[in-house]
Nanobody, 118 residues
Framework: QVQLVESGGGLVQSGGSLRLSCASS????????MGWYRQAPGKQRELVAT???????NYADSVKGRFSISRDNAKNTVYLQMNSLKPEDTAVYYC????????????WGQGTQVTVSS
């Protein structure tokens, strides 16, 4: 199995920046896809950014141009750099990993709270 631990969340003023980290207990070379999701109170969990094989990335329209996903294979860590933060970015952010087999297995971190004040 895969254990994921997020860090880097906190309280930041509108327009500020945060960098979230997701440390994996398993080499990310063996993980087929990783990404970030978020869930605000009363809202459905939504995709923020994903990082798949072939260095392909995908971003939600609401964060394009502001957020950037990256990885460090040696540290088994995926990052989410968040710039120009807005109050509507306030949510719990979750790291996700997908491992393919006869069927896909999804793993989730515990989540880290990001609060953006106006």
């Amino acid at each position: 199995q895969v254990q994921l631990v997020e860090s880097g969340g906190g309280l930041v003023q509108s327009g500020g920046s945060l960098r979230l980290s997701c440390a994996s207990s398993r080499s990310i070379f063996t993980i087929n896809a990783m990404g970030w999701y978020r869930q605000a109170p009363g809202k459905q969990r939504e995709l923020v950014a994903t990082f798949t094989s072939g260095d392909n990335t995908n971003y939600a329209d609401s964060v394009k141009g502001r957020f950037s996903i990256s990885r460090d294979n040696a540290k088994n860590t995926v990052y989410l750099q968040m710039n120009s933060l807005k109050p509507e970015d306030t949510a719990v952010y979750y790291c996700n990993a997908v491992v393919f087999g006869s069927f896909s297995r999804n793993y989730w971190g515990q989540g880290t709270q990001v609060t953006v004040s106006s």
